[in-house]
């Protein structure tokens, strides 16, 4: 968000914080960011059978923050 969109630290966590319906200070929450992570499938620090990986992770995280990243825009573009 900060190179890419040319954000300071303040606006980036506003603009994600925002787009997932939690405070800024709910991104540092480790507690709470598992809980939503699991809830909108995008991914956890440890794998967990069942739940989103790598680019399919990277790939919603992109859909939810309308964001684009270079890894699945180049994934996308392979598929058929």
């Given at each position: 968000m900060q190179l890419n969109y040319r954000m300071r630290l303040p606006e980036a966590k506003k603009y994600v914080a925002d787009k997932l319906h939690v405070s800024a200070f709910d991104l540092s929450d480790s507690t709470v960011m598992?809980?939503?992570?699991?809830?909108l499938d995008i991914g956890l620090i440890e794998a967990v059978p069942?739940?989103?990986?790598?680019?399919?992770?990277?790939?919603?995280?992109?859909?939810?923050?309308?964001?684009?990243?270079?890894?699945?825009?180049?994934?996308?573009?392979?598929?058929?």
């Amino acid at each position: 968000m900060q190179l890419n969109y040319r954000m300071r630290l303040p606006e980036a966590k506003k603009y994600v914080a925002d787009k997932l319906h939690v405070s800024a200070f709910d991104l540092s929450d480790s507690t709470v960011m598992r809980n939503l992570r699991e809830e909108l499938d995008i991914g956890l620090i440890e794998a967990v059978p069942g739940m989103a990986k790598g680019l399919a992770a990277k790939a919603r995280i992109a859909d939810l923050l309308d964001i684009r990243i270079d890894a699945v825009e180049k994934l996308k573009a392979k598929l058929p």
